[in-house]
């Protein structure tokens, strides 16, 4: 069965930096584009990233949030750098339904992994 | 940028049908996936490509997508079903969600 586990969350100062790793299985990994969501405490949902054959990123985490994925690990990362308050968080991996996001959406989630930034 | 507007909150007595809606123009010319989410869970894709239910989703939740406005109806609400409930499309190379609407089962 298809699992996403992810893991790196923890407490960083503003200004700091974390990675997140995603770690796939259950699946054809190279057949699948893959996202990372965003959920602020007590708040919606906010998408940040994805990553197939291209790469792009919401406004709010362009140029200090990097994707990347690995297909011989099976595994999607996420760079965070200059981390802000407002980057505090549960941070979701996620893969699309089918091969697309755009087509069908995000079929499977993990558990998540909370990133809190605080002096 | 491409904004979907949801209600803040659907109340539904148990057993009866509630609607949630989705606004933004031409959303009828999008494919529009909803998610399920409980406290303390990740979401789940209950509705796909706009009529689309995955396995495992139960026949009570369907969907319709049509000029300005999208909708998720659950019927016969159960008491399972209270839960936050997310609209998401896809614009400009982005993943857009609505703010979520709280279902109430009364």
């Known amino acids: ?119 | 940028s491409y904004e979907l507007t949801q209600p803040l909150s659907v109340s539904v007595a148990l057993g009866q049908t509630a609607r949630i809606t989705c606004g933004e123009n031409n959303i009828g010319t999008k494919n529009v996936q909803w998610y399920q989410q409980k406290p303390g869970q990740a979401p789940v894709l209950v509705i796909y490509r706009e009529t689309n239910r995955p396995s495992g989703i139960p026949e009570r939740f369907s969907g319709s997508n049509s000029g300005n406005t999208a909708t998720l109806t659950i019927s016969r609400a159960q008491a399972d079903d209270e839960a936050d409930y997310y609209c998401q499309v896809w614009d400009n190379s982005n993943v857009v969600f609505g703010g979520g609407t709280k279902v109430t089962v009364l």
Do not use: H
Not at chain 1, 1 to 23: D, M
Not at chain 1, 39 to 51: D, M, N, R, T
Not at chain 1, 52 to 73: H, M
């Open chain 1, 1 to 119: 069965q298809v699992q996403l586990v992810e893991s790196g969350g923890g407490l960083v100062k503003p200004g700091g930096s974390l990675r997140l790793s995603c770690a796939a299985s259950g699946f054809r990994f190279t057949d699948y584009q893959m996202s990372w969501i965003r959920q602020a405490p007590g708040k919606g949902l906010e998408w940040v990233s994805y990553i197939g054959t291209y790469t792009d990123y919401a406004d709010s985490v362009k140029g200090r949030f990097t994707i990347s994925r690995d297909n011989a690990k099976n595994s999607v990362y996420l760079q965070m750098n200059s981390l802000r308050a407002e980057d505090t968080a549960v941070y979701y991996c996620a893969r699309a339904w089918e091969s697309s996001i755009a087509a069908t959406g995000l079929g499977y989630w993990g558990q998540g992994t909370l990133v809190t930034v605080s002096s």
